[in-house]
């Protein structure tokens, strides 16, 4: 569950280039999230604490809904 410091954000997915939006817990774990494109299992992280883009890479797990 996201809480109330979830940061909003988009992020590019590496294997379509399709972008985006999710929310990531301030400081927190990356997310696990599926592509709404290609539904490539990507983990999303945080930049930085302020940032609005996100880093996403190729997850080992699978995207929770």
Do not use: K, N, W
């Amino acid at each position: 569950m996201i809480s109330d410091q979830a940061l909003h954000g988009t992020f590019r997915c590496p294997v379509c280039g399709h972008r985006d939006s999710v929310e990531v817990p301030a400081g927190g774990p990356a997310r696990t999230v599926a592509c709404s494109y290609c539904e490539t299992v990507l983990e999303v992280s945080t930049r930085s604490p302020a940032a609005v883009h996100f880093v996403a890479q190729i997850a080992t797990a699978h995207a929770q809904h």
